[in-house]
Structure formats: structure tokens, C-alpha cells
């Protein structure tokens, strides 16, 4: 099973993205969404998210709310991220990790569960979810579905989080602050 908050026992390296992809403003969007006293409300998050993953993880704890916290980064339209700060650290979740050859975003993400991308290429054909897969369980999307979710290629990411906000009840407030 895929787990984010666990430490697999490997050596770590740093994965770094390719060149075209830093330093450049990317297409997606960086949204959280917010639970408080039972009601979801979505707030746009500043473009850097998309790019720096500390920067997004910043955002989300300045919000400082009682209720759950969710980041919800479309990258490019490649692949997505959910994060989830808390007092413990930073739950999070790749939609596909081989991403991390290309974007600074992914290539933190694994740093930060540290994962190491296969060596063989053959291995990085297929996308591949990595991080916590029940970071959305007690809110109401079991591991399983969220899986089978992330695993279907024939989604977008922005439709594939589009799901996930209707599954857990904000996909109005998403759509308002995507602006769609």
C-alpha cells in the first residue's frame, strides 16, 4: 500500500527537475480547501505553490483554521498533489511521481516522502501514485476509492481532483475559486 507518512528504508537523493520546467510560471492551480463548522469553502492559493513546494506547505499552515486543510495543486495538467499539514508534519500525495523528472513540485514532494525514482527507465513508462492514499479517509474518501481514482489515465488531474471535491462535498466552492 502506498503511505506517505511512513519512511521507506532506502538511501535518499535529491531529485532535481529538468531545466525547461524551473523558474517558469506553470498552468494548474493551487487551491485549499477549508472545513470549518461542517462547511467547505475553497481559497485560491498564490502560483508559487504550483512551483515550490514549501512555499504551498506555508500557505496552508498560515491559514490556521480548526478544521481540516487540504492543498490542492494541478500542475500543469500533468498530475496533481494534495497536501495536508498538521501537527505531526505534512501528509501528502502524488499523482504520479515520475513527474518528478520534469517538475521542481514533484521532485520535492519525493524528497520530502523520501522516495527515489526507479533507475530503470522501463520502470517510468507508467505513472505511478506515491504518498498516502488515506490522507482523505476520515473526511470521507476511503484509500481504496481514492486509489482507484488516481489510477484512472483517462481523467485529467483538474477532472481527477474535480472528484474528489464532489466526492467530499466542495466542488461548487472549487469550481469558484478555479474560476470555471
Request: hydrophobic residues 45%; glycine residues 8%.
Amino acid at each position: 500500500m502506498v503511505r506517505g507518512t511512513y519512511r521507506r528504508p532506502v538511501p535518499t537523493q535529491s531529485v532535481e527537475a529538468a531545466p525547461a520546467k524551473r523558474g517558469s510560471a506553470l498552468p494548474g492551480f493551487a487551491v485549499a480547501a477549508i472545513r470549518e463548522e461542517g462547511r467547505w469553502r475553497c481559497v485560491r492559493l498564490d502560483a508559487v505553490a504550483l512551483e515550490d513546494l514549501d512555499a504551498a506547505i506555508t500557505a496552508l499552515r498560515g491559514l490556521r483554521s480548526q478544521g481540516a486543510v487540504i492543498g490542492l495543486l494541478d500542475v500543469d495538467d500533468e498530475f496533481f498533489v494534495l497536501l495536508r499539514p498538521g501537527p505531526g508534519g505534512v501528509r501528502l500525495l502524488i499523482s504520479d511521481a515520475v513527474a518528478a523528472l520534469d517538475y521542481d513540485v514533484a521532485a520535492d514532494v519525493l524528497d520530502l516522502l523520501r522516495v527515489e525514482l526507479p533507475p530503470d527507465d522501463d520502470a517510468l513508462d507508467d505513472p505511478w501514485p506515491e504518498g498516502d492514499l488515506g490522507i482523505l479517509s476520515d473526511l470521507g474518501l476511503p484509500a481504496d476509492e481514492l486509489e482507484i481514482l488516481v489510477g484512472d489515465l483517462d481523467l485529467y488531474p483538474d477532472e481527477q481532483l474535480e472528484s474528489i471535491a464532489r466526492r467530499l462535498g466542495f466542488a461548487d466552492s472549487l469550481d469558484e475559486a478555479v474560476g470555471h
